[in-house]
């Protein structure tokens, strides 16, 4: 970073205007349904939809195959999906009507429930027509996505005190940044990947690469699970470069809005049915789908604590510089600054979670301590390259902010 970026990032950490740095990027919904109007909407899907067989088979095989794996489960989904061309356009798929199972002893006693689930994109449902795929919903327009949802779904027989009772299955709470230029982006990505675990971020998603046969990142990402296997517990800190990730599927996107995606940074969490509830709770939302018009105060608070956390509240430095304003610390002494660049070394090899993992547990709040009053993390740029520092993701996303 150069000292004009510096300077600008100074200019906006100290604006006094308020702006929004979270929103949505997709949502599903789980909608429930009453014995008396199951068949009723069952019968508007058979008339304006098509049925979509092979999505059918494969989301009860998937879910079969789930279930086998999760034992204690006392219930079992049976999916049937749809398709509409006209609902497709404005990004809402994934139609199913869903019936859940009690199971004893693996036999079938009796429907709990119907429900209808569907996936939605807001910036596209509310008409946005430029930069569709690498920009998210302003802020000032979460509250207008429920009732488009609302004129939507109307015509297709829905019903307004339905689909306002709705729960919210999934929730993407996004924020984009763009450093201007794709190299320092990569750069970037570089030094996320060695983010440690925080809270309920036990683990990273490395799958077997087929090449190497070894664990590795996917692509141009790093993404942080609970490690959980249920999908209703589910919760992924995804972070990726939006150019590749595009252009691994150049034929849905304009070729101009690829090229602007270039520098361009994605940070997406994604809470599944169980977290949501408590996040209903939380932030006090009286209906399940308040929680869409609650998104940039939850994505603010949940944001700032997950990235902190993996990464401390420092910039990232190179590492003759974190030696050497360690070694300049007046108010440690020779063996905490001795650990402190063990920790950094450690960094260097591995990541951040192994770096605290050479303290005892009753240490590791006193290290982040320590690191954050140095204003620098733990994580450290190799000398060699052309960048100074990399701020923190979390003032990335105030300063570099590009959702809108």
């Not at 859940?100 to 209808?116: D, F, H, R, W």
């Not at 510089?321 to 300049?328: G, S, T």
Request: glycine share 4%.
């Amino acid at each position: 970073m150069d000292s004009v970026q510096e300077a600008h990032i100074a200019e906006e950490k100290n604006a006094g205007h308020k702006k929004s740095f979270y929103s949505i990027h997709t949502f599903e919904i789980r909608m429930p349904l009453s014995p008396d109007n199951q068949r009723r909407y069952e019968l508007f899907l058979e008339k304006y939809c098509v049925h979509n067989e092979k999505r059918t088979n494969y989301r009860n095989r998937l879910y079969f195959s789930y279930f086998q794996y999760c034992q204690n489960y006392q219930y079992a989904n049976n999916f049937t999906c749809y398709d509409n061309e006209n609902l497709f356009r404005l990004v809402i798929s994934d139609i199913c009507m869903v019936k859940k199972n009690y199971l004893l002893y693996g036999t079938y006693i009796c429907n709990v429930e119907y429900s209808i689930t569907f996936r939605v994109n807001p910036r596209i449902l509310l008409d946005f027509p430029d930069n569709k795929y690498i920009r998210i919903v302003p802020c000032d327009e979460l509250e207008n996505i429920m009732p488009a949802l609302i004129s939507v779904f109307k015509p297709y027989g829905f019903q307004q005190n339905d689909l306002e009772r709705a729960f919210i299955k999934r929730l993407d709470i996004c924020a984009n940044i763009n450093l201007g230029d794709q190299y320092l982006a990569e750069k970037y990505l570089k030094l996320l990947r060695k983010g440690g675990f925080y809270m309920g971020l036990r683990s990273k998603f490395m799958p077997v690469s087929p090449k190497s046969h070894r664990r590795m990142h996917p692509p141009n990402e790093v993404r942080f699970i609970n490690r959980s296997a249920d999908s209703y517990t589910l919760e992924i800190l995804s972070v990726y470069l939006k150019h590749p990730q595009m252009l691994e599927h150049s034929s849905r996107y304009d070729a101009g809005e690829i090229e602007r995606a270039k520098g361009q940074i994605r940070f997406e969490l994604r809470t599944c049915s169980r977290k949501n509830i408590y996040l209903r709770k939380k932030y006090g939302c009286d209906v399940p789908t308040d929680l869409i018009s609650s998104a940039e105060i939850i994505g603010s608070d949940i944001f700032t604590k997950y990235l902190e956390g993996l990464y401390g509240k420092g910039k990232f430095v190179k590492y003759s510089r974190a030696v050497e304003l360690i070694e300049k610390a007046k108010n440690h002494h020779r063996a905490t600054k001795d650990t402190m660049i063990q920790m950094v070394n450690q960094a260097r090899n591995t990541d951040l979670s192994d770096a605290y993992g050479i303290l005892p547990p009753e240490k590791i709040f006193w290290f982040r301590k320590y690191f954050n009053d140095l204003g620098i993390s733990p994580i450290t740029l190799r000398d060699s390259w052309k960048a100074d520092f990399f701020e923190n993701p979390v003032v990335y996303i105030r300063t570099h902010n590009v959702n809108e």
